[in-house]
């Protein structure tokens, strides 16, 4: 399939208006305008849209659940906080492509109603906020945001919000939370964000890719669009890979794609004289696939049959060099960083699984503590305010799953077995 | 009203839509525990105690955010549940300090009891617990004028953090950092300072947040006795529970060891105000009179028997208003009850006639208070309990409902420093300072426009040493009276603590005196008063609740102590009425188990 | 009097051990600052002036360095919400320095994409270089060392984040050189994302 989203990623001046605009720039919102709000929602959804965030929820479907009775304005919150380890196409778009996002959000608040967007950029990409800050000028200076939107009696304000380091902002609520001022701390669904979101307003959160899909479906038609990728998993699919292969990048593709042919073909495989040890295809969320299960295809559907997620397609490839109680002690150590605290289990149990991960790859590990590891993984899963919890215990349980020998090596030799040259020489020191 | 009906574990509950499956179960007498949800603060969702099984979800839910469906099936029993909340138990305990036998919340916490009901047979946490200020007590530091906190015991439920951004509207308290590293504090530690402090206390789940006032004081097993009351400092009349220590056998009585409020969503909610709470000592204090003072030649006070003084203040008294009628004058404090207003007004009109009540002036203290704009809990400007009261018995211009500013008494000042006064009887029952300025009757008396001054109250105070008569009354706490609040609502104390040495209800010393001065008081109780309040004023439908006015009694705090922590009364006090096992004839625990439940312990 | 004896409680009330806030000296915008803020907090409804308070810190911290107590004040009185609230939303996020900051402040993506590929390494590397364990500055306030969590450019590991300038794909070999660099040529050495510094050439 060739490109769409970043087809003139490469060209020098993809970022500019005067590009965008001769690469059919906005053609997608003139389109929406001459529609009502109900047809580019019934657009959306016959498109099969999905939220590349990480759920997959259906775009159309979330749109239409914004409570367009309420009195109250409607917003549309872009959740450009790209935090999920092993993830970086957000960053790619805004940067080379920011006004492919700045259209897709203006569609959306025609198709919701609203005249507001954030978009929610993570605190480390400032310098992606000067490029959409720079984008959203240009675009206000052609009328293509402001008051009475190219002579359609539309207003659309688009801004950027910058974040300041949590992982926890790019939950929907907590993002609506930190966009309001507050710590960044998800709140109780039900009410969802689609009838109390943004200041208690009827508020649709979209992703980046999301949102910059959008355009492409009023451009070129649902029935295209669903076209692209299997049933279901319509629209093209960005992709990061990343770890252990020769070649990293993000990559475009239509969700037919097999992760063999992601990993093997487009970013290389591993590197000379490695093997391949695992895979972990939809950000650190996720549980790890094994070598023979390289040939699924990497959509929805396709990765949750092989018992994983492609969440924020953060594909992280593993070599035969990881040791996986030390990659799970890595990840334990963000997910206890940036656990928000509010809640009981996660808060605790965070910290509980990195200590015990610790100790085990230091070396001070009891056989007993991996029945603990288990046992505490448990009593979070599924016992937390948002999906963080789920998330966490994940690195803990797909390894004990799938290598549990190498936890039992570390505990009967007393030190990590497989501790790679890329790996700090230094031992373990306190937790900091 | 709407309703729903659903079954929690077996049973069938009838509830108000839009209620959340936490209430019904609280509503029913079902034990579920919680921390971060407060009935007066609200739902957060963060603390996951509450988890239950709702038929048709995938996953547990917390039924403190969960509104009630029709035909909605709950289990708080099933085996998922019950080894699901013990995790969310464990995590609580994991790095909670176990000093419970030197936690001020040992005995009343939520936390031990719901952590002995639900939580696991042990912990399997084997690293070293926080610490953040010092282990175990060493760990108490600064938080305000009023408190102290303990990090360590924290569970981050926030229910401080929230009482003071939204019943307060003062966000004083936030969370600083995240994560495991979250603690509760204030911008440089420097402390809550609000004048409804003290709630922090009871909305507390732990021993965290506890007041200076009562910490290392008592235990709860050593305050056998309770008395559900009203507070009688301020127009508001909250609604509270003054609680009683037992003191050694050796040194007999009792003590009042601290006031907690009492759910009363009309007048309080579940708050008291600082003063309230902490402004008490002066009852059992030193300046407390305890015998009838009379003024000797020397200029000394000396201590009198009771007749001694009855029958030479009579003397006085009866001398002074011969010589002058108009010269004899009362000034009353508005914390003065209905029955005691009454009794003056008697008084007046037996001795002068109808015009006598003219001799009666009723003053009070009015302090705006320094309280955030958006509060919901206002503490009135009118530190007295009773104005509506005097207005009702035509004492004070205006009537119930009208605005109450500051009291007028400069007509009753003037006459006493012109000399015009013979004789000024003053009603004081406490606090100090609560008649407002009274400087200018010390110093009446001492230079010589007065010539009598009698007192009749309960402290020691300025005034009452420049008297030549001090009869020794009850403060609020020692006797049954009754107070119409700045809402016009009437309410009565409750007599919890019997009056010091020789004191005696006031009522019952102004029968004496009336009585000794020739008026033929026939009243044996306060009751009896009351009765013949409603009969003279017949008219006054406000007045007509003190015939059926119910006084509540010291009671033993067994059932409190099932309760646990004062903060939870309202369960007991509200949510559980008609239930067991404060009363009632359901026993849930003999309805059958649903399949596959377990028993819970007993508390 | 306490039954409790070994507990002091009168006068004298323990303090938290907590490090408090530096106060710094008395703190308002640069009327640049100032002028900025207005325009930013006009982007959220008028009743909603919280929502500026990220960029409000931001700013603060753009001209201090970091934020103190002061700076604190200054935001609370800016955006409408108590000092408490600014205090527990400064502690909450990972880019508000509480303390004063090197010249330089090199954050070493630790999380799993960039460890695969020696991010530890290039940690231990400036550390050993510039002589400090991570989370310290040097004594001459010129570097800050820091590891932080994923910065979401995982294709380009090891990154490290200068200031708020991209440093990508660094070895451990080339953490010495890039020590050096900002040593010797300053700001002129700070990096970009590759994005931005493909669009420079």
Redesign the interface.
């Known amino acids: 399939m060739e490109p769409l989203l970043t087809r003139y990623v490469r060209e020098p001046n993809a970022f500019t208006l005067d590009f965008y605009l001769r690469h059919q720039g906005y053609e997608g919102f003139r389109k929406a305008l001459a529609m009502t709000p109900d047809e580019v929602i019934e657009a959306v959804k016959a498109s099969g849209l999905r939220g590349r965030g990480g759920a997959g929820f259906p775009t159309g479907m979330k749109w239409q659940f914004v409570d367009k009775k309420s009195p109250n304005p409607k917003y549309i919150a872009c959740n450009a906080d790209e935090s999920e380890p092993g993830t970086f196409k957000d960053h790619l778009l805004m940067e080379r492509n920011p006004h492919l996002l700045i259209e897709g959000c203006a569609i959306g608040c025609y198709a919701i109603g609203a005249k507001i967007a954030y978009i929610y950029v993570r605190g480390e990409f400032l310098h992606v906020q000067e490029v959409l800050e720079r984008a959203i000028a240009e675009a206000y200076a052609r009328g293509f945001l402001g008051r009475n939107v190219l002579g359609s009696g539309f207003d659309c304000d688009v801004y950027v919000h910058r974040g300041a380091g949590a992982y926890e902002a790019g939950e929907e609520t907590a993002l609506l939370e930190s966009l309001e001022g507050k710590r960044a701390q998800p709140r109780n669904k039900p009410p969802f964000p689609a009838v109390v979101g943004l200041y208690n307003c009827p508020t649709a959160v979209n992703n980046v890719e999301t949102l910059s899909n959008v355009p492409l479906i009023l451009l070129n038609g649902a029935e295209w669009f669903a076209g692209l990728g299997p049933e279901k998993n319509g629209g093209p699919k960005l992709y990061c890979v990343s770890g252990h292969v020769r070649r990293p990048g993000v990559y475009e593709a239509s969700m037919k794609i097999t992760l063999r042919e992601l990993i093997e073909g487009h970013a290389g495989g591993v590197r000379e004289g490695r093997t391949l040890k695992a895979v972990i295809p939809g950000g650190s969320s996720v549980p790890c696939l094994l070598p023979d299960q390289l040939d699924t295809q990497a959509s929805f559907d396709g990765i949750q049959k092989a018992g994983s997620l492609l969440g924020s397609a953060g594909i992280v490839v593993l070599d035969d060099t990881t040791c996986m109680v030390w990659l799970a002690e890595n990840l334990l150590h963000f997910y206890r960083h940036e656990s928000c605290g509010k809640c009981t289990p996660c808060r605790e149990g965070t910290d509980w699984l990195h200590k015990i991960l610790r100790r085990i790859e230091g070396g001070g590990g009891q056989l007993r503590d991996l029945d603990l590891l288990s046992s505490i993984s448990g009593n979070v899963a599924g016992k937390t305010l948002c999906a963080f919890g789920d998330a966490a215990v994940t690195p803990v349980l797909t390894t004990l799953k799938h290598f549990r020998h190498e936890y039992e090596a570390h505990i009967r030799e007393g030190r990590c077995t497989l501790p790679a040259p890329w790996r700090a020489t230094r031992a373990l020191e306190g937790v900091h | 009203m709407e309703t729903v009906t659903l079954t929690i574990d077996g049973r069938q509950v009838t509830i108000e839509k839009g209620k959340t499956v936490l209430q019904a179960a609280i509503e029913s007498g079902i034990s579920v525990p919680y921390y971060c949800y407060h009935p007066g603060i609200g739902i957060d969702g963060s603390c996951r105690v509450c988890i239950v099984k709702i038929e048709k979800m995938p996953k547990l839910q917390t039924s403190c955010s969960t509104v009630c469906t029709e035909g909605m099936a709950v289990s708080t029993r099933t085996p998922d549940v019950v080894e699901a909340r013990a995790g969310v138990f464990e995590f609580l305990l994991i790095n909670h300090p176990l000093d419970c036998p030197v936690c001020d919340k040992g005995g009343e916490c939520p936390l031990q009891d719901f952590s002995y009901a639900f939580g696991p047979d042990l912990s399997r946490m084997d690293f070293p617990r926080r610490v953040f200020d010092g282990d175990g007590v060493r760990g108490d530091v600064d938080f305000g004028p009023t408190l102290m906190l303990n990090r360590q015991r924290c569970i981050l439920c926030t229910r401080c953090v929230r009482f003071m951004r939204d019943v307060d509207a003062d966000a004083q308290i936030n969370i600083i950092d995240r994560g495991y590293g979250s603690e509760i504090a204030t911008f440089q530690e420097e402390g809550v300072h609000s004048l409804i402090s003290g709630n922090l206390m009871d909305v507390c789940p732990v021993g965290a947040i506890t007041t200076r006032d009562y910490r290392f004081k008592s235990r709860p097993w050593d305050n056998p006795l309770a008395a559900d009351t009203i507070c009688t400092q301020c127009a508001k009349g909250c609604n509270v529970t003054a609680w009683i220590k037992a003191k050694p056998e050796w040194a007999k009585g009792s003590q009042l060891i601290r006031f907690t409020p009492r759910l009363n969503p009309d007048v309080n909610d579940y708050w008291m105000c600082d003063i309230g709470r902490f402004e008490y000592h002066w009852i059992e204090g030193e300046r407390r009179v305890r015998k009838p003072l009379e003024r000797q030649a020397s200029g000394v006070q000396q201590p009198v028997s009771w007749d001694d003084v009855t029958a030479k203040l009579c003397d006085r008294l009866a001398a002074a208003g011969t010589s002058n009628p108009d010269g004899v004058r009362f000034l009353l404090s508005a914390h003065a009850s209905h029955e005691e207003l009454f009794l003056f007004k008697r008084l007046t009109e037996e001795l002068v006639g109808e015009s006598g009540p003219a001799a009666i002036s009723v003053s009070w203290r009015y302090r705006e208070k320094q309280q955030p704009a958006g509060t919901k809990f206002k503490v009135p400007a009118v530190d007295a309990p009773n104005v509506n009261g005097a207005r009702m018995l035509g004492l004070v211009p205006g009537a119930p409902g009208d605005e109450v500013r500051g009291a007028d008494v400069t007509a009753l000042r003037q006459a006493v420093e012109a000399g015009r006064v013979t004789a000024l009887y003053v009603f004081d029952p406490g606090p100090d300072g609560s008649l407002g300025d009274t400087t200018w009757i010390v110093e009446a008396r001492t230079r010589g426009p007065l010539p009598l001054l009698i007192v009749q109250g309960v402290l020691l105070t300025d005034l009452a040493r420049a008297a030549d008569f001090v009869l020794p009354g009850a403060s609020y706490v020692e006797k049954e009276a009754s107070y119409t609040n700045g809402h016009g609502r009437l309410q009565g104390t409750t007599r919890a603590i019997p009056t010091p040495g020789d004191a005696m209800e006031d009522w019952q010393i102004l029968v004496n005196l009336g009585t000794a001065l020739g008026v033929a008081f026939d009243y044996k109780s306060a009751a009896h008063v009351r009765s013949d309040v409603t009969g003279r004023f017949s008219t006054i439908t406000e007045l007509q609740g003190l015939s059926t006015l119910a006084f509540n009694k010291p009671m033993e705090a067994r059932h409190w102590l099932q309760a646990s922590n004062p903060s939870e009364r309202w369960k007991w006090d509200f949510m559980f009425q008609d239930l067991p096992p404060v009363k009632g004839n359901v026993d849930p625990t003999s309805l059958p188990l649903p399949p596959g439940a377990i028993p819970l312990k007993e508390v | 009097m306490?039954?409790?004896p070994k507990?002091a409680?009168d006068a004298t009330?323990?303090?938290?051990?907590?490090p408090?806030?530096d106060?710094g000296p008395a703190f308002v915008y640069t009327p640049a600052n100032r002028a900025r803020f207005d325009e930013i907090v006009r982007?959220y409804?008028p009743d909603?002036r919280?929502?500026?308070?990220?960029?409000a810190?931001?700013l603060a911290q753009q001209q201090q360095g970091y934020i103190t107590?002061n700076a604190?004040r200054h935001v609370a009185g800016l955006?409408g919400?108590?000092?408490?609230?600014v205090?527990?939303?400064v502690?909450?996020?990972?880019?508000?320095y509480t303390k004063p900051v090197g010249t330089f402040v090199l954050q070493v993506c630790?999380?799993?994409?960039c460890?695969?590929?020696?991010a530890?390494?290039v940690?231990?590397e400036l550390s050993a270089k510039i002589g400090i364990p991570?989370?310290q500055t040097d004594p001459s306030g010129t570097f800050t060392l820091l590891?932080?969590?994923?910065?979401?450019?995982?294709?380009?590991?090891p990154v490290v984040?200068v200031n708020?300038a991209?440093h990508e794909n660094v070895k451990p070999g080339d953490a010495a050189r890039l020590v050096d660099d900002l040593r010797s040529r300053g700001e002129a050495a700070l990096s970009?994302?590759h994005?931005?510094i493909?669009?420079k050439r």
């Open positions: 306490s039954f409790h507990m409680y009330f323990q303090k938290s051990a907590r408090l806030e106060e982007r409804p909603r919280r929502s500026a308070v990220l960029p810190l931001y107590a604190i955006v919400i108590t000092r408490a609230e205090e527990d939303v502690s909450f996020y990972t880019m508000f630790r999380t799993l994409s460890a695969l590929n020696g530890e390494r940690t231990e991570p989370g590891e932080v969590e994923c910065l979401g450019a995982c294709d380009r590991a984040m708020d991209w970009g994302c994005h931005v493909e669009q």
